[in-house]
């Protein structure tokens, strides 16, 4: 089940508002009604505070559907890693006096989930190179991936290293910390929560029709980027990558608006859903952390990297980056952890070379950034802006052709479509299909794709504020995002139609 | 302030009240629906070409696939389906000028289509790109059929129907209209230019270009098909062809006027009626008095029917095609079939129609059994060149050798290391005591024998004329007067002719 399925939007997400609603509306109007307490905060006569548990425990039953309505019994992984990882964090909290046997925890606790990890996700891979490297013939295990291993995988992990150190308490209920990990809204494309973010609210929360309202804006705002742009220039790209995966050159505009459209297909689809992660999570009453922060207004990798995917960003920094030294140990060893993580980084994604050139490549960058001395910002407006607008274009360069890295799924694709973007490949005539995707749809969606990557809607909305009415600007607002629900459910519906293609007839 | 606060808390309440209700209006919709069997929603959409998906047998999955059989039948049964994929439908051609499905609007209301089974816009780029392989089997495919074919005393015609998109370019896309490329019917004229088999393939592109260059209406704007009047055209170019091939057919008397000229009864002609071709001509009368038809698969239309004029006299037609030749041959409906308009001219009698169907060799060979058709015409458009070599198959790789090949008499010695291509022609050949039952299809046993010893063996089948084909890698020195035919036991036969060819070194 995905957020943009008709399913989820008409059903699923209904049947869990309401009920979790439901519920704790329920469990407080019973409270009041046998207690008459005020329910905000434990009082200090000791009058009864309502749980969330049930609610919690509502959540995590519906997260657990949600899961195996993709995954079948798949499921039952998602369980094991909440079940193990609270019990090593049970036992780190149990020890906390003997460091050295909380060490081997753990440790243990990061082998296994890394373990886990890797014999769903890079077995695969590892044997395949083994066997590249060696001229081996080991057989290749076809081993079904897990939905959204990667994100509860590194979750949890983060979880017990945070238990470790003590920066956050450990859950003592299961059922909490199975909602913590599960949480449909974030459990198969992030944002990678920590629990530190969350905990004060799995215990007591407060759902106001404010965060209602603000997780349905967002929401819509997830939806639209997700299906009226991602999925709109997607086909372009995919169309101009098996052309080139096959080995036929186009002509260098195709190439780059095939590239192009990547580019925004995957800033908007994974931002998208991390919108719609958030303004589900605020309807259950839960503030995740932004995820992307206009990452295409970067004026340097390290800008870029502060912008994209900020959960694994930090996730990386925080359990990765840092406990390798950062940038404490001279310019040396600083580039080389930025290639490691950024290397790992690029593994995580996908377990495929191109992913980890892609990280490299970032690494690699952001390396020499590092090492370049910083440079005093100039005296003149011209030259600032000019300054800028050098940077930026550098900045774009860099993540487009780390894009390229990134899409390709072999060296020789990604060689046909650079060649064809400089006017180098040979042009076969099966890619001139590609005009028929050059539609207004796609123009349009590339156009509007291309300006919302800019805060252009939050700087007209602010100018805005200042001169009219709050309400009205407000109710406004509310109009648009719900025709781009709209629009988008529109969409969605539609995809649902799906001819036999019997043109005999 | 207080009183900000209170307005926006009313402004939230309402719309997310609203987004609550909308959102559950399509499982309840459904549900009232189910319950007070009321409102009544609108059927799944014709144009879709399918059955919507039921709800799933999870007896029958594995888990795994319960939640996607269950989303699968949920997208084909909501409340308001037809409606809302008629709005998103509409929205794409419209307001996006995008395509839908694989239908592509063009300017105005004119819809073409890409990619599947009627790529006709990937045909106008030029990205149908036919290997040298493919273009060699299709050569081959056509010669074969026609020597088939004349061995058996029949004639083999193959009609290329041209598509929307070649035919009105101005109707296409911007960008589309701006790439013309190199289709595939000009790939295939250029490798038939030297075929032996080039009469027999008629592209009938130019017939139709005619008539749009004279403002003629041809095509339906929404779909790929030629309307009547279209249709008439190629029936009409393929009578004149068969004119020149049978002394008995007579061209028909074509009235070309304006249809309303026509309606108004000021001259003779046709005009569309209701998507039926009307054709009003001399002596004219209700044609078709008679169909056999035959459903398969439970499909709502005839897949075989047969078009008979009231003469007694005339060749006899078997033509398989799609539904761009369907008008006036075959009806949608049974009840209206015996309304059709037989399309051809004087001289001929009868036309058996298989729609959607191509002609194997096996099919025509099922359909001589008792009889053999005067001529058999397969008809496909240009835009499924690239669906694969239908209907080739070994006897006819021999049969488009034996046309190629050098003609030697009885009398002529053949030196090693060529080959040899053996036709051998019976006449009524059939087996003792053996009564043809439905498409049941008896084989017979053939020999070829060399000086007594037997060199080749295929198969046949009873019938009024069958030809088979050996073909004989030449080792040594071979006189043609020494090879001889054995038939299997029971089989006996009123006469037989063998031919000989030797096939040019490859």
Same mark, same amino acid.
């Given at each position: 089940?995905?957020?943009?399925?008709?399913?989820?939007?008409?059903?699923?997400?209904?049947?869990?508002?309401?009920?979790?609603?439901?519920?704790?509306?329920?469990?407080?109007?019973?409270?009041?009604?046998?207690?008459?307490?005020?329910?905000?905060?434990?009082?200090?006569?000791?009058?009864?505070?309502?749980?969330?548990?049930?609610?919690?425990?509502?959540?995590?039953?519906?997260?657990?559907?949600?899961?195996?309505?993709?995954?079948?019994?798949?499921?039952?992984?998602?369980?094991?890693?909440?079940?193990?990882?609270?019990?090593?964090?049970?036992?780190?909290?149990?020890?906390?006096?003997?460091?050295?046997?909380?060490?081997? %925890?753990?440790?243990?606790?990061?082998?296994?989930?890394? *373990?886990?990890?890797?014999?769903?996700?890079?077995?695969?891979?590892?044997?395949?190179?083994?066997?590249?490297?060696?001229?081996?013939?080991?057989?290749?295990?076809? %081993?079904?991936?897990?939905?959204?291993?990667?994100?509860?995988?590194?979750?949890?992990?983060?979880?017990?290293?945070?238990?470790?150190?003590?920066?956050?308490?450990?859950?003592?209920?299961?059922?909490?910390?199975?909602?913590?990990?599960?949480?449909?809204?974030?459990?198969?494309?992030?944002?990678?929560?920590?629990?530190?973010?969350?905990?004060?609210?799995?215990?007591?929360?407060?759902?106001?029709?404010?965060?209602?309202?603000?997780?349905?804006?967002?929401?819509?705002?997830?939806?639209?980027?997700?299906?009226?742009?991602?999925?709109?220039?997607?086909?372009?790209?995919?169309?101009?990558?098996?052309?080139?995966?096959?080995?036929?050159?186009?002509?260098?505009?195709?190439?780059?608006?095939?590239?192009?459209?990547?580019?925004?297909?995957?800033?908007?689809?994974?931002?998208?859903?991390?919108?719609?992660?958030?303004?589900?999570?605020?309807?259950?009453?839960?503030?995740?952390?932004?995820?992307?922060? +206009?990452?295409?207004?970067?004026?340097?990798?390290?800008?870029?990297?502060?912008?994209?995917?900020?959960?694994?960003?930090?996730?990386?920094?925080?359990?990765?980056?840092?406990?390798?030294?950062?940038?404490?140990?001279?310019? *040396?060893?600083?580039?080389?952890?930025?290639?490691?993580?950024?290397?790992?980084?690029?593994?995580?994604?996908?377990?495929?070379?191109?992913?980890?050139?892609?990280?490299?490549?970032?690494?690699?960058?952001?390396?020499?950034?590092?090492?370049?001395?910083?440079?005093?910002?100039?005296?003149?407006?011209?030259?600032?802006?000019?300054?800028?607008? *050098?940077?930026?274009?550098?900045?774009?360069?860099?993540?487009?052709?780390?894009?390229?890295?990134?899409?390709?799924?072999?060296?020789?694709?990604?060689?046909?479509?650079?060649?064809?973007?400089?006017?180098?490949?040979?042009?076969?005539?099966?890619?001139?299909?590609?005009?028929?995707?050059?539609?207004?749809?796609?123009?349009?969606?590339?156009?509007?794709?291309?300006?919302?990557?800019?805060?252009?809607?939050?700087?007209?909305?602010?100018?805005?504020?200042? +001169?009219?009415?709050?309400?009205?600007?407000?109710?406004?607002?509310?109009?648009?995002?719900?025709?781009?629900?709209?629009?988008?459910?529109?969409?969605?519906?539609?995809?649902?139609?799906?001819?036999?293609?019997?043109?005999?007839? | 302030?207080?009183?900000?606060?209170?307005?926006?808390?009313?402004?939230?309440?309402?719309?997310?009240?609203?987004?609550?209700?909308?959102?559950?209006?399509?499982?309840?919709?459904?549900?009232?629906?189910?319950?007070?069997? +009321?409102?009544?929603? @609108?059927?799944?959409?014709?144009?879709?070409?399918?059955?919507?998906?039921?709800?799933?047998?999870?007896?029958?999955?594995?888990?795994?696939?319960?939640?996607?059989?269950?989303?699968?039948?949920?997208?084909?049964?909501?409340?308001?389906?037809?409606?809302?994929?008629?709005?998103?439908?509409?929205?794409?051609?419209?307001?996006?000028?995008?395509?839908?499905?694989?239908?592509?609007?063009?300017?105005?209301?004119?819809?073409?289509?890409?990619?599947?089974?009627?790529?006709?816009?990937?045909?106008?780029?030029?990205?149908?790109?036919?290997?040298?392989?493919?273009?060699?089997?299709?050569?081959?495919?056509?010669?074969?059929?026609?020597?088939?074919?004349?061995?058996?005393?029949?004639?083999?015609?193959?009609?290329?129907?041209?598509?929307?998109?070649?035919?009105?370019?101005? @109707?296409?896309?911007?960008?589309?209209?701006?790439?013309?490329?190199?289709?595939?019917?000009?790939?295939?004229?250029?490798?038939?230019?030297?075929?032996?088999?080039?009469?027999?393939?008629?592209?009938?592109?130019?017939?139709?270009?005619?008539?749009?260059?004279?403002?003629?209406?041809?095509?339906?704007?929404?779909?790929?098909?030629?309307?009547?009047?279209?249709?008439?055209?190629?029936?009409?170019? *393929?009578?004149?062809?068969?004119?020149?091939?049978?002394?008995?057919?007579?061209?028909?008397?074509?009235?070309?006027?304006?249809?309303?000229?026509?309606?108004?009864?000021?001259?003779?002609?046709?005009?569309?009626?209701?998507?039926?071709?009307?054709?009003?001509?001399?002596?004219?009368? &209700?044609?078709?008095?008679?169909?056999?038809?035959?459903?398969?698969?439970?499909?709502?239309?005839?897949?075989?029917?047969?078009?008979?004029?009231?003469?007694?006299?005339?060749?006899?037609?078997?033509?398989?095609?799609?539904?761009?030749?369907?008008?006036?041959?075959?009806?949608?409906?049974?009840?209206?079939?015996?309304?059709?308009?037989?399309?051809?001219?004087?001289?001929?009698?009868?036309?058996?129609?298989?729609?959607?169907?191509?002609?194997?060799?096996?099919?025509?060979?099922?359909?001589?059994? &008792?009889?053999?058709?005067?001529?058999?015409?397969?008809?496909?458009?240009?835009?499924?060149?690239?669906?694969?070599?239908?209907?080739?198959?070994?006897?006819?790789?021999?049969?488009?050798?034996?046309?190629?090949?050098?003609?030697?008499?009885?009398?002529? %010695?053949? &030196?090693?290391?060529?080959?040899?291509?053996?036709?051998?022609?019976?006449?009524?050949?059939?087996?003792?005591?053996?009564?043809?039952?439905?498409?049941?299809?008896? @084989?017979?046993?053939?020999?070829?024998?060399?000086?007594?010893?037997?060199?080749?063996?295929?198969?046949?089948?009873?019938?009024?004329?069958?030809?088979?084909?050996?073909?004989?890698?030449?080792?040594?020195?071979?006189?043609?007067?020494?090879?001889?035919? @054995?038939?299997?036991?029971?089989?006996?036969?009123?006469?037989?002719?063998?031919?000989?060819?030797?096939?040019?070194?490859?």
């Amino acid at each position: 089940m995905i957020f943009s399925s008709l399913f989820f939007l008409t059903v699923f997400l209904p049947i869990v508002l309401i009920s979790c609603w439901g519920v704790r509306f329920l469990l407080e109007a019973i409270a009041r009604k046998r207690f008459g307490a005020s329910l905000q905060e434990p009082q200090s006569d000791g009058s009864i505070n309502v749980s969330w548990l049930p609610v919690n425990a509502l959540l995590l039953f519906y997260s657990l559907l949600f899961y195996f309505w993709g995954e079948g019994l798949g499921v039952l992984w998602l369980i094991a890693s909440v079940v193990a990882n609270h019990i090593f964090a049970i036992l780190i909290t149990k020890n906390q006096a003997k460091r050295g046997l909380c060490k081997a %925890i753990l440790g243990i606790a990061i082998t296994l989930n890394l *373990l886990f990890l890797c014999w769903f996700k890079y077995i695969g891979f590892g044997v395949n190179s083994i066997n590249s490297i060696f001229g081996l013939l080991i057989p290749v295990p076809q %081993i079904a991936l897990p939905l959204g291993i990667s994100f509860y995988t590194f979750q949890a992990m983060s979880y017990v290293c945070d238990v470790y150190r003590g920066s956050v308490a450990p859950s003592r209920s299961i059922i909490d910390f199975g909602c913590y990990v599960t949480m449909f809204p974030q459990l198969v494309a992030g944002p990678i929560v920590r629990y530190s973010d969350i905990a004060a609210r799995l215990i007591s929360r407060r759902i106001s029709i404010d965060d209602v309202s603000y997780g349905f804006r967002r929401f819509f705002v997830g939806l639209a980027k997700k299906v009226l742009i991602a999925n709109s220039v997607a086909m372009m790209a995919d169309s101009v990558w098996k052309f080139a995966e096959a080995g036929q050159g186009m002509l260098p505009m195709m190439a780059w608006i095939g590239v192009i459209c990547y580019t925004l297909q995957i800033y908007y689809d994974f931002s998208g859903y991390s919108d719609m992660a958030i303004g589900l999570g605020r309807m259950l009453g839960f503030k995740f952390n932004e995820n992307f922060v +206009y990452p295409y207004c970067a004026t340097s990798i390290r800008d870029f990297w502060r912008r994209w995917h900020i959960s694994l960003s930090t996730w990386f920094r925080d359990y990765l980056y840092i406990p390798l030294g950062g940038s404490r140990k001279g310019k *040396l060893r600083t580039g080389l952890n930025c290639l490691i993580v950024f290397g790992l980084c690029g593994l995580w994604h996908g377990a495929g070379i191109m992913f980890v050139l892609w990280g490299l490549w970032h690494g690699a960058f952001l390396m020499i950034e590092r090492w370049l001395p910083e440079l005093k910002a100039p005296q003149s407006k011209l030259l600032q802006v000019l300054s800028f607008v *050098l940077k930026h274009i550098y900045t774009i360069c860099v993540f487009v052709f780390g894009w390229i890295l990134f899409r390709s799924e072999s060296f020789a694709g990604m060689s046909v479509v650079l060649k064809s973007m400089f006017g180098i490949a040979e042009v076969t005539p099966e890619t001139n299909i590609l005009w028929i995707d050059c539609s207004y749809k796609l123009l349009i969606s590339m156009a509007i794709g291309i300006l919302c990557a800019y805060p252009i809607v939050p700087y007209i909305r602010n100018k805005i504020y200042k +001169y009219c009415d709050a309400n009205l600007i407000y109710s406004v607002e509310w109009l648009i995002l719900s025709l781009l629900g709209l629009l988008s459910m529109l969409f969605v519906a539609g995809g649902s139609y799906n001819p036999f293609l019997y043109f005999r007839f | 302030m207080k009183k900000n606060i209170n307005l926006k808390r009313k402004i939230q309440w309402t719309f997310v009240s609203i987004w609550m209700i909308f959102l559950c209006l399509f499982v309840g919709l459904r549900f009232f629906a189910s319950v007070f069997d +009321y409102p009544q929603f @609108k059927p799944f959409p014709a144009y879709e070409n399918r059955h919507p998906n039921p709800l799933p047998d999870f007896s029958s999955l594995p888990i795994k696939k319960y939640g996607s059989g269950i989303e699968a039948w949920y997208n084909d049964n909501f409340a308001c389906r037809t409606d809302v994929i008629g709005l998103y439908r509409n929205f794409h051609y419209f307001v996006l000028k995008a395509y839908f499905g694989r239908e592509v609007p063009g300017v105005g209301n004119w819809v073409f289509r890409h990619g599947g089974d009627w790529a006709e816009l990937d045909d106008y780029l030029g990205a149908i790109v036919l290997k040298e392989k493919e273009i060699n089997d299709l050569v081959t495919l056509f010669e074969g059929r026609v020597e088939w074919a004349r061995a058996h005393g029949s004639e083999f015609v193959q009609v290329i129907t041209p598509v929307k998109a070649q035919m009105h370019p101005e @109707k296409l896309p911007f960008m589309v209209r701006c790439h013309k490329g190199r289709g595939v019917s000009e790939q295939m004229k250029a490798a038939l230019e030297n075929s032996l088999a080039r009469d027999n393939v008629l592209f009938f592109d130019d017939v139709i270009s005619n008539a749009v260059k004279e403002g003629r209406e041809v095509f339906y704007y929404e779909d790929h098909h030629l309307n009547a009047y279209g249709s008439y055209l190629l029936y009409r170019e *393929l009578n004149k062809y068969l004119a020149t091939k049978f002394e008995n057919v007579g061209l028909m008397q074509y009235y070309d006027n304006p249809p309303q000229e026509v309606i108004d009864g000021i001259a003779m002609g046709c005009y569309r009626s209701n998507r039926r071709l009307v054709i009003s001509r001399p002596g004219d009368s &209700e044609l078709c008095d008679k169909y056999i038809t035959e459903t398969r698969g439970g499909r709502p239309f005839p897949l075989t029917c047969v078009g008979t004029t009231n003469v007694n006299d005339g060749i006899s037609i078997a033509m398989a095609h799609d539904s761009i030749m369907r008008y006036a041959l075959s009806s949608w409906k049974d009840d209206t079939a015996e309304n059709m308009h037989f399309p051809f001219g004087y001289g001929v009698q009868i036309v058996r129609s298989y729609i959607f169907n191509r002609f194997p060799t096996g099919l025509m060979s099922f359909i001589m059994t &008792e009889d053999v058709p005067d001529v058999f015409v397969e008809q496909f458009a240009e835009c499924k060149f690239n669906q694969g070599c239908i209907g080739m198959d070994a006897i006819i790789r021999k049969a488009a050798k034996f046309l190629n090949g050098r003609e030697i008499s009885k009398k002529d %010695i053949v &030196e090693p290391g060529n080959k040899i291509i053996v036709r051998v022609v019976f006449d009524n050949i059939v087996l003792e005591g053996y009564t043809p039952v439905g498409k049941e299809m008896k @084989k017979l046993s053939v020999k070829l024998l060399y000086d007594g010893k037997e060199v080749a063996k295929d198969v046949t089948f009873p019938g009024v004329k069958r030809a088979i084909y050996f073909e004989v890698p030449v080792t040594e020195q071979c006189a043609m007067d020494k090879f001889s035919i @054995k038939v299997g036991p029971k089989t006996s036969y009123e006469k037989s002719q063998i031919s000989f060819k030797v096939v040019e070194k490859e």
